[in-house]
């Protein structure tokens, strides 16, 4: 009896923990949908929003740029997130390893106020200097850029230290260079844990907005910052109507990629198994 009351008491509280998390989410869909401008009042079935969107010019920019931004920043920060993850698994001693990993998982830890403030103070002063950069899209990147590469770090170096290191020593053994080591054989087995550090840190850049309020400059809004601008405002059906296909959006790519990753990984594991038996 006393498991039976145990069980049902933990399920009881995941599901009221994916209640809370997920039941905001549907509303917001939902009244996206709505005929009527007030909110929680439901006028009728209408898609006059989403029409809306086409002529929203603010918007779309928005969107535009804060999609090009995710983009730059999540392939920048695999980039930089490999290396240091390579570092710091590959090299256990060196010169100012401790000094190293501490800059790292620094932005894991401060908060994004500090970290916007800090590097707008840095921008502005380099700006006065050399007349670049312009606060926009290279200064809200080059935020984003250090608050995902911290992110990427982690994904890919617990990846590298569940990695079989016999697998670069046999073919450091046939006589391949380190390069073509890490090239042929370290990121083709670690492609799934930069996939997943790809869409973390793409999902953390499109969605940022303290970061973007401090590095933007005059008609560099990301979509965010907008949204945010309209809500302080009173909400706007036309950032349901966002919401609801950014989560559309969001949902197809996480669906993919984990069909993605579980077939690479069925497929991963029969080759072992071969290999073994062979």
Same mark, same amino acid.
């Given at each position: 009896?006393?498991?039976?009351?145990?069980?049902?008491?933990?399920?009881?509280?995941?599901?009221?923990?994916?209640?809370?998390?997920?039941?905001?989410?549907?509303?917001?869909?939902?009244?996206?949908?709505?005929?009527?401008?007030?909110?929680?009042?439901?006028?009728?079935?209408?898609?006059?929003?989403?029409?809306?969107?086409?002529?929203?010019?603010?918007?779309?920019?928005? $969107?535009? !740029?804060?999609?090009?931004?995710?983009?730059?920043? #999540?392939? %920048? *920060?695999?980039? @930089?997130? +490999? /290396?240091?993850?390579?570092?710091?698994?590959?090299?256990?001693?060196?010169?100012?390893?401790?000094?190293?990993?501490?800059?790292?998982?620094?932005?894991?830890?401060?908060?994004?106020?500090?970290?916007?403030?800090?590097?707008?103070?840095?921008?502005?002063?380099?700006?006065?200097?050399?007349?670049?950069?312009?606060?926009?899209?290279?200064?809200?990147?080059?935020?984003?850029?250090?608050?995902?590469?911290?992110?990427?770090?982690?994904?890919?170096?617990?990846?590298?230290?569940?990695?079989?290191?016999?697998?670069?020593?046999?073919?450091?053994?046939?006589?391949?260079?380190?390069?073509?080591? $890490?090239? !042929?054989?370290?990121?083709?087995?670690?492609?799934? #844990?930069? %996939? *997943?550090?790809? @869409?973390? +840190? /793409?999902?953390?850049?499109?969605?940022?907005?303290?970061?973007?309020?401090?590095?933007?400059?005059?008609?560099?809004?990301?979509?965010?910052?907008?949204?945010?601008?309209?809500?302080?405002?009173?909400?706007?059906?036309?950032?349901?109507?966002?919401?609801?296909?950014?989560?559309?959006?969001?949902?197809?790519?996480?669906?993919?990629?984990?069909?993605?990753?579980?077939?690479?990984?069925?497929?991963?594991?029969?080759?072992?198994?071969?290999?073994?038996?062979?």
């Amino acid at each position: 009896m006393t498991q039976f009351l145990h069980r049902w008491f933990g399920r009881g509280w995941l599901s009221l923990g994916y209640l809370f998390l997920y039941i905001p989410i549907v509303v917001l869909v939902v009244f996206s949908f709505n005929s009527s401008r007030q909110d929680m009042v439901w006028s009728g079935f209408s898609l006059q929003w989403y029409a809306a969107l086409a002529s929203d010019t603010e918007i779309i920019s928005g $969107f535009g !740029l804060s999609l090009r931004i995710a983009l730059l920043t #999540a392939c %920048g *920060s695999v980039v @930089l997130g +490999t /290396f240091a993850a390579f570092v710091l698994d590959r090299y256990q001693r060196f010169k100012g390893r401790t000094l190293f990993t501490g800059m790292v998982s620094a932005p894991l830890v401060m908060p994004e106020v500090i970290i916007g403030l800090s590097l707008l103070l840095m921008l502005v002063s380099v700006q006065k200097m050399f007349g670049f950069p312009e606060r926009g899209l290279v200064t809200i990147w080059l935020g984003h850029t250090l608050l995902g590469m911290a992110y990427a770090t982690v994904v890919i170096q617990s990846r590298l230290q569940e990695m079989n290191k016999s697998l670069e020593e046999a073919a450091m053994d046939l006589g391949c260079r380190p390069f073509q080591v $890490f090239f !042929l054989v370290t990121l083709p087995n670690i492609k799934q #844990a930069l %996939g *997943s550090a790809w @869409l973390l +840190t /793409f999902t953390l850049s499109l969605d940022d907005v303290v970061l973007s309020a401090f590095l933007s400059g005059p008609g560099s809004s990301t979509m965010p910052i907008v949204i945010f601008s309209r809500a302080r405002l009173g909400l706007d059906p036309r950032v349901n109507a966002v919401a609801a296909l950014t989560i559309l959006v969001v949902s197809i790519g996480v669906i993919a990629s984990s069909l993605y990753i579980a077939r690479a990984e069925r497929l991963r594991s029969k080759q072992l198994a071969a290999a073994a038996k062979g």
